[in-house]
């Protein structure tokens, strides 16, 4: 999320890294995490999409970058 900050500090854009974002980016481009769907927490296991265990998934950060610049 540094780099994706420092990339937009170098566009000149602002950047704010509140939690909303992730969502935001989310719903714009469904490319923007990689999905877990295998796994558990002990108590949760993982699915396809948003689930306990893992949230969102893993952040592409390309795609999240790409998705926040345009």
Known sequence: MALVHQGMLKQGKSFNASPQIF???????????????QGDNLYY?????????????????????????Q
């Open 23 to 37: 969502y935001d980016v989310a719903k714009q481009n469904g490319r923007s995490y990689y999905d877990v769907t």
């Open 45 to 69: 296991r993982a699915a396809r999409g948003w689930d306990y265990t893992t949230g969102l998934g893993t952040p592409n950060l390309a795609d999240f970058y790409r998705t926040i610049t």
